[in-house]
């Protein structure tokens, strides 16, 4: 069964009207609701279909910045323990939403942008993919090849210090894109090199504790290996709740496993490895957590984005008049000159933005302000609704050229999950997603180049 247009639409339209009776939903609760419930329907019909990583950030906004909000205005915000600890949304929904809303549109309306006629992109994404399978017949070397650069240089990245340690970590992606490599070759035994890919993948995580990227790598790849497959839309909802299931049952041990993971507490009594699946089996076990508004917290705390930016739009411009558009700006002009020509450029994190836009200072934990709360950190509200326009746009443009380009160079499509690997979030600043997007692209066209000046092997 595949979903039509106007189905999807309707369906949303359904979704977004009994939850709104149920809660008494105001006017900006049911558009969210509506746009959260159309382009998730709509980003899992078109899985097999095409390959628009853009539809990730437009879930994660809708999601992170409009719904998650929603619940905390309505359960959690009055809290004593919430507002004790800051947590709470520190504006109004009424000037919140009034930001937030258009912003998100503006976001969608510059990513969704046709930059020419017709099915393009589709047609240029499966084009490429197609090429790519031809290419790659009897090739499967090149696979083994990257697989093996990129292995080794996983390992290296932990001895290695400095500016070079992020060097390491580019080439240790090698090994994933190698898999899909072989993956879309005429290679035997493919799932044993996706198995490998997988599990290297999940021990990364499981030593550092650190289980973003292994969520984002594995969706920016399931998406590519799935396709060019006929799939029904039923199959596709599956896999979407395993998947969603399975990060919020990452998301609901994730503090109890960095304490061991970190901090050694229990290590004496099991493995990191062991502690991961004992904590995971709990949970499968006693899902009640997930029930209870108290247990819940931690979770939909992390997930709610909004928090962060209602403290930018409390702190700007009563505390700190508006950037005018400095920290972009600059953030701009960082992705472009190297450190060695910048000594003292910015480093992209979350530790000088939430103090400059926040009043915060963030030590021990991660956060930050995300491109929503620096465009209204720089612009405010008018400025920054225009400014996210753009910013969906740059990325917009960004795919149009990758596309073009992968006339000549098909097998590029096999890069796509670590091109867009950290910038397609919205938790991170602008300095980190447009400077990863263009690192990222300048680290691939120099793998294109090496192979083909010292070892005659066109990737």
């Not at 993956?183 to 599990?199: E, N, R, T």
């Amino acid at each position: 069964m595949q979903l039509s247009r106007v189905f999807i639409v309707f369906f949303s339209l359904v979704i977004a009207a009994y939850v709104s009776m149920q809660i008494d939903a105001r006017t900006y609760e049911v558009i969210s609701l509506f746009l959260a419930s159309y382009f998730l329907l709509n980003f899992i019909d078109s899985i097999g279909k095409t390959y628009n990583v853009l539809d990730i950030p437009v879930l994660l906004g809708l999601f992170q910045l409009l719904l998650m909000p929603m619940v905390v205005y309505r359960v959690y915000n009055n809290e004593y323990f919430v507002q004790d600890l800051y947590y709470d949304m520190s504006v109004s929904e009424e000037m919140y939403y009034s930001f937030m809303l258009p912003a998100i549109l503006m976001m969608i309306a510059g990513m969704k942008l046709q930059l020419k006629r017709g099915n393009w992109q589709t047609n240029s994404i499966q084009r490429a993919l197609q090429s790519s399978k031809e290419y790659l017949k009897g090739r499967s070397n090149l696979g083994m090849l990257l697989m093996i650069v990129g292995f080794v240089s996983g390992f290296l990245e932990i001895f290695i210090p400095g500016e070079l340690k992020y060097v390491a970590y580019l080439f240790g992606k090698l090994l994933f894109v190698g898999v899909f490599y072989i993956l879309f070759s005429d290679f035997k035994s493919k799932q044993i090199y996706l198995a490998a890919g997988i599990g290297a993948l999940l021990l990364q995580a499981l030593v550092q504790g650190m289980f973003g990227e292994l969520i984002f790598t594995l969706l920016l790849g399931a998406l590519l290996y799935l396709l060019g497959k006929k799939i029904s839309f039923g199959t596709k909802m599956v896999i979407a709740i395993v998947g969603a299931t399975f990060v919020l049952l990452l998301q609901s041990i994730k503090a109890e496993y960095r304490a061991v993971a970190w901090y050694g507490k229990g290590a004496e009594e099991q493995t990191n490895t062991q502690a991961f699946f004992s904590l995971l089996g709990k949970r499968i076990q006693d899902p009640s957590m997930f029930f209870d508004r108290y247990t819940m917290f931690p979770t939909v705390n992390r997930f709610n984005q909004g928090m962060i930016q209602g403290k930018v739009m409390a702190y700007v411009p009563d505390q700190r008049p508006y950037a005018g558009g400095s920290t972009i700006f600059t953030s701009l002009a960082a992705s472009f000159i190297p450190r060695l020509l910048w000594p003292d450029k910015p480093m992209a994190g979350g530790h000088w933005n939430m103090e400059f836009f926040t009043g915060f200072i963030v030590e021990g934990y991660s956060m930050n302000v995300g491109p929503f709360g620096e465009s209204y950190g720089n612009f405010g509200a008018t400025g920054g609704i225009l400014f996210m326009f753009l910013y969906g746009l740059f990325f917009n443009v960004a795919i149009f050229a990758l596309l073009r380009l992968s006339k000549k160079r098909p097998t590029l499509i096999l890069w796509f999950p670590i091109l867009f690997l950290n910038s397609i979030q919205v938790e991170t600043d602008i300095l980190m997603t447009v400077n990863s997007l263009i690192k990222n692209s300048i680290f691939i066209w120099f793998c294109y180049w090496a192979a083909h000046r010292f070892l005659r092997l066109k990737l």
